[in-house]
T-cell receptor, first 116, second 110 residues
């Protein structure tokens, strides 16, 4: 089992562009959460998807949107990129039955986004 | 959002104990966690503690929770060079959404 995989590993974009990041959850996991980790900071919750719906959202603007597919994989889209969007974007997968992440949660290695 | 604060850096000698501290503001936290992040790797859950517990021990790791002072600590016994990493505390009240601290960079000196 490959665990949580994310693509691409690195990405460079310019201001105003749009970007799509992808996440494949660990086999059997049905819930995907996205986090933004700026350099030198802890991860900040963007949103969580379950049953192809955005279930909970952190304090991020509408420029950040996502999608979950029937196979539980997920995409994070960011429109109108700003310099401040440069960060490591982490995907975490888990089981709905373990919403406090005490047993089943796994993080992917992240996608490093640089906005120039 | 909730505030979770940690000191930025800690340096210890191999074989000594490390103590990483964290303070949080959410008095309704249900679970509190410690994660480890190594370069190029995702976050790895080390251990967690339920909010009605004071202490939890898991092999070399000891978690202490002072709910009155909203203070959480992680003690690593017999620290090894492989323990060098960034450690994050995190808390969650309702599940699904987690608040992470700023991280403590632990350097283990051989």
């Amino acid at each position: 089992d490959a665990g949580v995989t994310q693509s691409p590993t690195h990405l460079i974009k310019t201001r105003g562009q749009q970007v799509t990041l992808r996440c494949s959850p660990k086999s059997g996991h049905d819930t995907v959460s996205w986090y933004q980790q700026a350099l030198g900071q802890g991860p900040q919750f963007i949103f969580q998807y379950y049953e192809e719906e955005e279930r909970q959202r952190g304090n991020f603007p509408d420029r950040f949107s996502g999608h979950q597919f029937p196979n539980y994989s997920s995409e994070l889209n960011v429109n109108a990129l700003l310099l401040g969007d440069s960060a490591l974007y982490l995907c975490a997968s888990s089981l709905e039955s373990d919403r406090f992440w005490t047993d089943t949660q796994y993080f992917g290695p992240g996608t490093r986004l640089t906005v120039l | 959002g909730e505030d979770v604060e940690q000191s930025l850096f800690l340096s210890v000698r191999e074989g000594d104990s490390s103590v990483i501290n964290c303070t949080y503001t959410d008095s309704s936290s249900t679970y509190l966690y410690w994660y480890k992040q190594e370069p190029g790797a995702g976050l790895q859950l080390l251990t967690y503690i339920f909010s009605n517990m004071d202490m939890k021990q898991d092999q070399r790791l000891t978690v202490l929770l002072n709910k009155k002072d909203k203070h959480l600590s992680l003690r690593i016994a017999d620290t090894q060079t492989g323990d060098s990493a960034i450690y994050f505390c995190a808390e969650s009240e309702t599940g699904n959404q987690f608040y992470f601290g700023t991280g403590t960079s632990l350097t283990v000196i051989p």
